[in-house]
């Protein structure tokens, strides 16, 4: 098992900046990577950014290249995901997640374990 507290969303207006937290802990040494994802209402989950728990590989969703980064901090056990430059289509539920098969990192059903999701607003 694996449990995943997500902190850090909050109202920002456009332009600003927010850095989410994601803190893992159970079989951290099982993970091959964490991901970040979004669900606004009425629409799919959505891919953000996905890094390796064990090499420097990261990825991001095209909406948010460049604008946001995902990094670790192996001795908290913990990901974050800075979001610079955030647009009021930036609203959304973040959520973070553990994959330990190691098979795809881009879609939801490819993630095992799943924090409770912390909101984040942005005011145009």
């Known amino acids: 098992q694996v449990q995943l507290v997500e902190s850090g969303g909050g109202l920002v207006q456009a332009g600003g900046s927010l850095r989410l937290s994601c803190a893992a802990s159970g079989r951290t040494f099982s993970m091959i990577a964490v991901g970040w994802f979004r669900q606004a209402p009425g629409k799919e989950r959505e891919f953000v950014a996905a890094a390796m728990w064990s090499d420097d590989y990261t990825a991001y969703g095209d909406s948010v290249q460049g604008r946001f980064t995902i990094s670790r901090d192996y001795a908290k056990n913990t990901v974050y995901l800075q979001m610079n430059s955030l647009k009021p289509e930036d609203t959304a539920v973040y959520y973070c997640?553990?994959?330990?098969?190691?098979?795809?990192?881009?879609?939801?059903?490819?993630?095992?374990?799943w924090g409770q999701g912390t909101q984040v607003t942005v005011s145009s």
């Open positions: 997640a553990a994959n330990l098969g190691g098979m795809g990192y881009f879609r939801p059903n490819e993630y095992e374990y």
